[in-house]
């Protein structure tokens, strides 16, 4: 069901403004961070795992909706960078978790703070009343986020049902 006042323009000029916010963040935090070459899926992960420590492979590539093999390597790349360690899980050999190491939290912290500095210098930038409507928009955005998340995940299952493979 579309909402009320919004169309397809609005969902494009949307999208736009998402993409361009994406690509201006990552290419400020290189100039700001030159020795910075994570690419996006591996902060993508580095984020999720802040967020979620101690999740799987299987649990990670759900939460992501990226395939199971293409985090496989992701996570592979990572721990042979320091990023990431992997741990037997209690009772399942075959079962990893997956945390931080401190250098892969340092790394994140670094991406973040980059991130932080230029968003609160572009906020800075705008007129009060500007600056106001976004930080008002957070929640409704966030919700946003929860509800397409959503979409994504019964569009996945509908296709492929869900694994019971261990990690």
């Known amino acids: 069901m579309a909402a009320e006042g919004a169309n397809s323009s ?17 290419a400020s935090v290189r100039s700001d961070l030159p020795w910075e070459s994570l690419p996006m899926a591996q902060v993508e992960l580095l984020q999720r795992l802040t ?21 496989s390597n992701l996570v592979q790349q990572m721990v042979t960078a320091g990023l990431l360690e992997r741990r037997g899980r209690d009772g399942d050999r075959r079962a990893v978790t997956l945390t931080l190491t401190d250098f892969g939290r340092k790394r994140h912290g670094q991406w973040q703070h ?16 500007d600056t106001a409507a976004i930080v008002a928009a957070l929640p409704a955005l966030a919700l946003f986020a929860e509800r397409l998340e959503a979409h994504a995940e019964l569009e996945t299952n509908d296709v492929h049902p869900p694994s019971t493979e261990e990690d």
């Not at 967020?51 to 985090?71: I, K």
């Not at 230029?118 to 009343?129: C, E, T, W």
């Open 114 to 129: 980059a991130n932080e500095d230029r968003v609160q210098a572009a906020l800075g930038d705008l007129a009060a009343k």
């Open 10 to 26: 609005d969902a494009w000029a949307f999208t736009d403004v998402i993409t361009r916010l994406r690509r201006s963040l990552r």
């Open 51 to 71: 967020d979620e420590p101690g999740l799987g492979v299987s649990e990670l590539a759900a939460r992501q909706r990226l395939a199971r093999n293409t985090v």
